[in-house]
Structures are given as C-alpha cells and as structure tokens.
C-alpha cells in the first residue's frame, strides 16, 4: 500500500499530475490538484505526478505494515 499526499498550499495548479496520472489525479473547482485515492495498492503513475510537480506538493509513501 502507498499514500498519496498533496499539499494544497503548495499546489499553483499547472496541471501536470493529472496530464501524467489521470487515474488518480484530477482539478478541483479551485484550480489545484486533487488526490482520487490516497492510498493505493501499487504506485502505478503516482510516482511520476511527485516527479513531475514542480513545487514538490505531491509526496508518495509506502504504508508501513501494523505489527500484528
Ligand atoms: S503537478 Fe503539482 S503544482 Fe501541478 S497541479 Fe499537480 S500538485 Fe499542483
């Protein structure tokens, strides 16, 4: 599992996460990137929209496993 985090503040709304990752990200109503799932099984294009972001307002995780 991986979290998507996108940092709203940071975020000028270029567009690029969702030309690169259409799947998970989309435009919101104010203009800046929106997260479809935040947490997603594979990476997938995730990677690429942090890669893409030039204000670095996209950040991908892995989700550490609870100790059972
Ligand atoms: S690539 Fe970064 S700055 Fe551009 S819309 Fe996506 S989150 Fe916002």
Redesign the pocket.
Known sequence: MFKVK?DKEK????????AVCPGN?TMDSDN??KVIKEEVESLGCNKM?EE????S??EVQPVKEAKI
Do not use: N, Q, R, Y
């Open positions: 996108l975020c000028i709304g270029c567009g690029s996460c969702a990200f800046k990137a929209a893409v972001c030039p204000v307002a996209i």
